[in-house]
Every structure is written in structure tokens, then in C-alpha cells.
DNA sequence: TTCTTTGTTCCGGA
DNA sequence: GTCCGGAACAAAGA
């Protein structure tokens, strides 16, 4: 569920409670995670402090006080909860009494001095990888990302060229992390419905206004989503355990069979596969 | 019981 | 070699 937005604001709510802390213990639950959490891990972070927290696509990347790095992924269902030390509770007390199973998805535990930083992923699909300074220029899961949707490089003039290289459905290209980092269903979906363009149309027959519409389409919905505090379906909640309210803004994602919400437009909202995925969009006003 | 959902990687066919 | 589509992965709720 967590896509760029998500990430973000995960991001930011840890940046507020760890960075400048010294991890001065790791508890590993359960090392089967995507990858297998590295026997080392524990020994490589202990009694390093957290100098940077930063977001590439949907990555989250650790800097240690001492060069080295660990970067986490949350795939479908991670999630890096805040509690607090001493009353061992989490800042969001409410957040315990709604999810009562949640505490055996706890994964990883990041002890600082007065909190603990809680891995918790119920699908686990999701990872967390230790790079050192050296190693991590060649991490094979930032390499190859696209540009950042919010980035100024992210603009018509490069996205323009760059889509000539693809000859696929325009969903999958925006879905494709090698083109542009961070978009995952559902705001792929929002986009191309703000857009006006239907999600199977071939990429390389989406015109020069069309492209600057879809884009200036996704750097508003990513921004407004941020802003709202990420998307809560699924339940994703941030670190401290409040939610997002984006879902409440979504046009078409989840609306299969609802009218259209342009209102002079008529048309309804049909739900289809592609690349394995459910694609929602407008019979007639996406062409 | 089966289907759906999510993001990423891997594999086979073109 | 390259590109693209689809399967696989875990787990839970409908």
C-alpha cells in the first residue's frame, strides 16, 4: 500500500523522533522478511547514531554516524511505528486498542534511549538492508530508479524523450519505477483519470498536451496527498498512528460502477486488469 | 475454498 | 542481448 506519499510522510514522522539518536539496542523477531535480515545487521548499527533520514521512490534511507547505511523498503503492509520507552506504549495510545493482532507483525525493534522505532509488516513483504559507505553507490535498488515525480527534473522536456523508450500501455510505463520513482497504483490510477486518458492506451500515442497534463496531474495529487497526510486504506497509519484522509479524495480508484464524478460527463467507472493490477477509469471521458 | 490486493524481482517468450 | 507480460512472493479479509 505504501506508495511515494505514504513514504514520505513516514519519513518525516521519523525524522522528528530519531534522527541525532543513538541506536543502542536491535531486537530481531523474525529475520524473514523479503530478504533475510543479515545475521550482522545487529553488531553494523549498534551504538551508531541516525545522522539523516531521507525518501528515494518508496525507500527509506538511514545514514549512520559512521558513513554506513540501511535502507527499508515497507512493500504492501510495512510499518515503522514510534513508541515510547518508559511506558512502552505507542504516542497514539488509541492506535494499540484498534489494532489488538498487530503485535505479532512486530518485526524489528530500533531501541533509542527514550524510544523505540518498531518494524512491524504483517505480509512481510517488505525488507530492511544494510549498505556500507562504499557498497551503497551500487545499491541495485536505487540504481536504476526514474526521476522523482516532485523533483524539478521531473518535467516535460525530459519526460518527453524518456517515454519514447517505451512501447507499452501508458499504465504500465507509469507504473514501470524506472521511468518515474514512487507512483504505485493508486495514484496511477487518480492521474491518468485527472488526465483524460484511458490506462491501455499505448504510451507512445500520448500527445504533447496530454503528457503535460498527466504530469502536472501526478505532482498535484502526490502534493495534495502529502499535505492530507498520506492515503488510510488498508489501514496505513504513520508513526505516531494517525491516519491520512486522501482515500476520501480518490475519483475513480475502489469506484467500479459509480457514475463518473465530472458531472456533465455521464459516463461510468469500469474496472479492468493490467500488468496484473486493477485499472479503474471512465468510460468516456478517458479515451 | 478461492479470489483479490499490494510492489518488486525474476523468468520465459517474442 | 532487449523488451514486455505475467508469475511468484505472504497473509488476511471477503
Redo the contacts with the bound molecule.
Keep these: 500500500?505504501?506508495?511515494l506519499p505514504e513514504v514520505e510522510i513516514t519519513k518525516k514522522t521519523l525524522q522528528k523522533h530519531v534522527v541525532d539518536q543513538t541506536i543502542q539496542d536491535l531486537q530481531i523477531k523474525n529475520r524473514n522478511l523479503r530478504y533475510k535480515i543479515d545475521i550482522e545487521f545487529k553488531n553494523k548499527v549498534v551504538k551508531k547514531k541516525i545522522v539523516n533520514i531521507s525518501r528515494r521512490?518508496?525507500y527509506l534511507v538511514f545514514l549512520l554516524s559512521d558513513g554506513n547505511y540501511f535502507i527499508i523498503?515497507l512493500?504492501?503492509?510495512g510499518r515503522l511505528l514510534i513508541a515510547n520507552k518508559k511506558q512502552k506504549k505507542f504516542l497514539d495510545t488509541s492506535f494499540y486498542a484498534s489494532h489488538p493482532?498487530i503485535k505479532?507483525h512486530n518485526h524489528v525493534y530500533f531501541l533509542f534511549k527514550k524510544k523505540i522505532l518498531i518494524y512491524n509488516d504483517?505480509?512481510?513483504?517488505g525488507f530492511i538492508k544494510y549498505y556500507n559507505s562504499k557498497e551503497f553507490l551500487n545499491c541495485?535498488?536505487l540504481i536504476n530508479l526514474g526521476v522523482e515525480p516532485l523533483s524539478s527534473e521531473c518535467n516535460f522536456a525530459q519526460l518527453s524523450q524518456k517515454i519514447k523508450?517505451?512501447?507499452?500501455?501508458i499504465k504500465?510505463v507509469l507504473?514501470d519505477?524506472t521511468c518515474i520513482a514512487g507512483l504505485?497504483?493508486?495514484y496511477v490510477n487518480e492521474a491518468l483519470f485527472l488526465s483524460k486518458i484511458h490506462p491501455e492506451r499505448n504510451s507512445l500515442r500520448v500527445d504533447a498536451p496530454e503528457l503535460k497534463k498527466l504530469l502536472q496531474a501526478i505532482k498535484d495529487i502526490l502534493k495534495k496527498s502529502i499535505r492530507l497526510g498520506g492515503s488510510t486504506i488498508k489501514d496505513f497509519h504513520n508513526s505516531e498512528g494517525k491516519i491520512g484522509s486522501f482515500q476520501n479524495y480518490f475519483k475513480v480508484y475502489g469506484r467500479e460502477n459509480e457514475k463518473c464524478t465530472r458531472s456533465r460527463c455521464g459516463g461510468m467507472i469500469k474496472k479492468i486488469?493490467i500488468?496484473?493490477?486493477?485499472s479503474f477509469f471512465c468510460n468516456i471521458c478517458q479515451q
Design positions: 500500500m505504501p506508495e521512490s518508496k523498503h512493500g504492501m503492509s493482532a505479532k504483517t505480509r512481510r513483504f541495485q535498488h523508450k517505451y512501447n507499452k500501455s504500465n507504473m519505477q504505485g497504483n493508486i486488469t500488468g496484473g493490477r486493477a
